[in-house]
């Protein structure tokens, strides 16, 4: 595992960080019980994973805690959400470290972290950004690398990237809309210039590798159900950049795209 300091938070933490939401709710969605579901836990944290995000909306905080009793406390990051202010009441308790999420399935353009960087209070900040949303790298990453502020990283996958015919079809959709080149309408795989030997070895690979290695990012966090899932999400995660000509053409077809792709937990 590769570790980074997470802005001026000052925490040691690792570049891959479990989140306990997303589709699979670490397998809870598809039947696993919660004694499995910790187990995975625990199998992230022995491939040296020791941040975990998780809320109370996810239904997995229960999970998350039986799996770290047997875990030295100070040897895991776990970061959790709410509504800091709702119905006219603060509901927050004790916060060590204090940061923000913007939600990008309705904010496309990175517009509530815009304006929370004109805030000192934040120390972190959670970005949706991919391969086929790319705001962020003009929006928020000069920014927060300027401020020393934490960037957790969502999205990064999802659905698309695991699902190429939809990738077909949603470029298709861009280009008869004039949003991306015309000639990529024309390819079943789109996306398989990222696959050869010196680049990703699938596009899932490429996406995690993309997001991982992008200027401004600390910890990219992805969603499992299944050990072997987990095991090569990391693996994807600590190989290498993509090779900046891929990198260059990733930005030069798909920079100036918003929203695309942005599922939320019930699929499109």
Same mark, same amino acid.
Do not use: C
């Given at each position: 595992?590769?570790?980074?300091?997470?802005?001026?938070?000052?925490?040691?933490?690792?570049?891959?960080?479990?989140?306990?939401?997303?589709?699979? @709710?670490?397998?809870?969605?598809?039947?696993? !019980?919660?004694?499995?579901?910790? @187990?995975?836990?625990?199998?992230?944290?022995?491939?040296?994973? =020791?941040?975990?995000?998780?809320?109370?909306?996810?239904?997995?905080?229960?999970?998350? *805690?039986?799996?770290?009793? !047997?875990?030295?406390?100070?040897?895991?990051?776990?970061?959790?959400? =709410?509504?800091?202010?709702?119905?006219? +009441?603060?509901?927050?308790?004790?916060?060590?470290?204090? *940061?923000?999420?913007?939600?990008?399935?309705?904010?496309? =353009?990175?517009?509530?972290?815009?304006?929370?960087? @004109?805030?000192?209070?934040?120390?972190?900040?959670?970005?949706?950004?991919?391969?086929?949303?790319?705001?962020? @790298?003009?929006?928020?990453?000069?920014?927060?690398?300027?401020?020393?502020?934490?960037?957790?990283?969502?999205?990064?996958?999802?659905?698309?990237?695991?699902?190429?015919?939809?990738?077909?079809?949603?470029?298709?959709?861009?280009?008869?809309?004039?949003?991306?080149?015309?000639?990529?309408?024309? !390819?079943?795989?789109?996306?398989?210039?990222?696959?050869?030997?010196?680049?990703?070895?699938? =596009?899932?690979?490429?996406?995690?590798?993309?997001?991982?290695?992008?200027?401004?990012?600390?910890?990219?966090?992805?969603?499992?159900?299944?050990?072997?899932?987990?095991?090569?999400?990391?693996?994807?995660?600590?190989?290498?950049?993509?090779?900046?000509?891929?990198?260059? +053409?990733?930005?030069?077809?798909?920079?100036?795209?918003?929203?695309?792709?942005?599922? *939320?937990?019930?699929?499109?």
């Amino acid at each position: 595992m590769e570790y980074t300091t997470l802005g001026k938070t000052g925490l040691r933490v690792s570049v891959a960080g479990l989140g306990t939401g997303g589709f699979s @709710r670490m397998g809870l969605k598809t039947g696993k !019980s919660e004694d499995e579901s910790a @187990r995975l836990v625990l199998d992230a944290i022995d491939l040296g994973i =020791t941040f975990i995000d998780t809320a109370p909306a996810y239904g997995t905080e229960g999970v998350v *805690g039986r799996a770290l009793k !047997s875990i030295p406390r100070d040897k895991v990051v776990v970061a959790t959400k =709410t509504h800091a202010y709702r119905d006219g +009441k603060w509901t927050s308790g004790k916060i060590r470290h204090i *940061g923000l999420t913007e939600n990008p399935i309705v904010d496309h =353009t990175n517009a509530a972290i815009k304006l929370a960087l @004109r805030d000192p209070a934040w120390e972190v900040y959670m970005i949706g950004f991919h391969m086929m949303h790319q705001g962020a @790298r003009q929006n928020v990453f000069p920014l927060t690398r300027e401020k020393g502020i934490g960037t957790l990283l969502m999205f990064a996958v999802r659905s698309i990237f695991a699902d190429p015919p939809r990738i077909a079809r949603e470029i298709k959709e861009l280009a008869a809309k004039g949003l991306v080149d015309k000639s990529l309408a024309a !390819s079943a795989d789109p996306l398989g210039f990222l696959v050869h030997p010196g680049g990703a070895s699938n =596009t899932i690979e490429a996406a995690y590798r993309f997001v991982r290695h992008e200027p401004g990012v600390d910890v990219t966090l992805f969603g499992t159900g299944d050990a072997d899932h987990l095991r090569s999400n990391v693996a994807a995660l600590l190989k290498p950049p993509l090779p900046e000509a891929d990198r260059k +053409k990733l930005a030069d077809l798909f920079g100036q795209l918003k929203g695309v792709g942005l599922d *939320g937990h019930q699929g499109r």
